[in-house]
């Protein structure tokens, strides 16, 4: 390195805790790491000059061992040990057990009108996110990429979000490293190990009442098969980018023509902020009012969109980064929108064993398949509870063999009804914690026809046919395996259905 560059590298001179707050005095500006939790900490350096005051929430004090070595000073947590290297005040992240996580490369250097440095790409390791992009693939590696929300999930186990206003750019062309350029140092890193404990993370160092920034289809214009498909993908790398709630506007295709119409209207009606206009609302939309309804207390609660990329929901998976252009619909539906003219696209399964909503169909996962079909392909995943709302009760369609269970928000009453399914023995027990008095109807896919379908001493009547199905009676359809059964629960009951081979 020149001498010149090394005389520009600053020199740490001191450092001071107070509480939370690590305070770092340099020769040349300063720094300033915050904890947020053992699993997150707000990073802040000046070039020159003091540090820009900033507001800090009051929380609660993270333990933190402090150790001064000649090289380096080394913070550590439950989770975390950062070092601050003295020489160039350069980060280290590494988890309690020694596994690297983020690496500063090179000092923070002025770069045109922001700063640049480099960092260290983890072997082996994806990054995802930098915003809603139209790209049909997560990864990030071999691009440059101008960023609309600079938060970075890394497959490694960690996120940053870089924070406050501005243009920033990060470069991952590079094979073993990649670039920042920032208006300025301040950022937020979050430990997971999995997406969702950062997301977590996030949520809980920003706040739930400042979601950020939330992605919108971008389409101007009349809309067409082509922004229908930028839409989509924009939507779902901004969900991976931690903007949890997309927003779509179907005034666009309000004169599209039929099939783009329809199209429109199956995307459109799964976002949670919809503008329905003349084009209005799918039925499968307003079925699914009480499913919305729990995942909006997900996001405020816990920082999770409500559109799951499948990086998100399946980090194991390395294939799920290929496949922008499909998400899970919360936990327990596979969505993959059909964005073309003609009905048939392809779709990858992940890990589990899914059911096609339209045709009852099981099929295994870890695969790719084709599906050809004018409606909204979707797939629910084996081991959970799907809650439709129709018109005098609610539909709980649970997909056995794993044990499952759903949340219904009960706002009037504040409170949350519990619905739970699960294989016990030699029968499956179906159970609801009704919070409010209501009519119920489980639809149990994929079983043999049960001898009893009873609890205690209360034995439910078989009905005839599926249209007389009547409260305290099932039905059992023989033609696509499906039992169902209609309970009247009251508020405060605890329903408890056993079925019987």
């Known amino acids: 390195m020149p001498a010149q560059a090394l005389a520009a590298v600053a020199t740490l001179l001191a450092f001071a805790p107070h509480g939370n707050r690590i ?38 004090r993270v333990p933190v061992e402090i150790d001064d070595t000649p090289g380096a000073v080394r913070l550590r947590t439950r989770f975390l040990e950062v070092a601050v290297q003295k020489h160039g005040l350069l980060l280290r992240v590494r988890r309690a057990d020694g596994a690297a996580l983020l690496a500063d490369l090179s000092e923070p250097q002025a ?36 960023a609309e929300v600079p938060f970075l999930l890394s497959t490694a186990g960690f996120a940053e979000y870089h924070a406050g206003g501005g243009e920033y750019r990060m470069d991952f062309t590079a094979r073993d490293r990649y670039r920042i350029h920032a208006p300025r140092v301040d950022y937020f890193f979050y430990y997971g190990p999995a997406p969702k404990q950062i997301f977590e993370e996030h949520n809980g160092a920003r706040g739930p009442a400042s979601p950020g920034p939330l992605p919108r289809q971008g389409a101007e ?26 927003v779509f506007d179907l005034a666009p295709y309000a004169h599209a023509p039929p099939d783009l119409l329809r199209r429109a209207r199956q995307l459109g009606s799964l976002a949670p902020q919809v503008t329905a206009g003349t084009v209005g609302l799918s039925g499968f939309r307003k079925q699914l009012a009480s499913f919305f309804e729990i995942y909006e ?25 290929r496949h922008a252009d499909e998400f899970m619909l919360g936990d ?4 993959a929108p059909v964005y073309g003219p003609a009905n048939q696209r392809p779709v990858y399964l992940p890990q589990g064993i899914w059911t096609n909503l339209e045709t009852n169909q099981v099929l295994p996962g870890r695969r790719s398949i084709t599906v050809d079909s004018a409606a909204l392909p979707v797939f629910a995943r084996n081991g959970t509870i799907v809650p439709l709302n129709s018109g005098d009760a609610m539909g709980l369609h649970y997909f056995p063999t794993l044990a499952a269970e759903f949340f219904l928000l009960e706002r009037d009453a504040g409170e949350y009804t519990q619905v739970h399914a699960a294989p ?38 078989q009905a005839e046919r599926l249209e ?34």
């Open 332 to 335: 327990e539906m596979l969505i």
């Open 23 to 60: 305070e770092f005095v340099a020769d040349r500006g300063g720094a300033e790491l915050v904890w947020i939790s053992p699993s997150t900490f707000r990073f802040r350096r000046s070039l020159e000059g003091p540090l820009p005051g900033v507001t800090e929430a009051e929380r609660e």
């Open 468 to 501: 007389a199905l009547a409260d305290g009676a099932w039905f059992y359809d023989a033609a696509h395996k499906n039992l169902h059964i209609r309970a009247r629960v009251k508020a405060g009951e605890d329903c408890i259905i056993n079925l019987a081979w």
């Open 111 to 146: 770069d045109g009108s922001g700063l640049a440095w480099e960092r260290q790409a983890p072997p082996g390791a994806r990054f995802y996110g930098l915003g809603p992009r139209p790209d049909p693939v997560f990864d990030l590696r071999g691009k440059a990429v101008a």
């Open 424 to 461: 016990a023995a030699d029968i499956v027990r179906l159970e609801i914690e009704s919070k409010a008095e209501r009519s119920y109807q489980w639809v149990v896919h994929h079983v043999e026809r049960p001898v009893e379908v009873a609890f205690e001493d209360r034995k439910y009547e």
């Open 221 to 246: 214009g009349a809309g067409t098969w082509a922004t229908l498909r930028a839409s989509l993908l924009r939507l779902v790398q901004g969900a991976i980018s931690a903007a949890p709630e997309p």
């Open 297 to 321: 207390v997900e996001v405020r609660d816990h920082g999770h969109p409500v559109w799951h990329p499948l990086p998100f929901q399946f980090p194991d998976d390395p294939e799920c980064a």
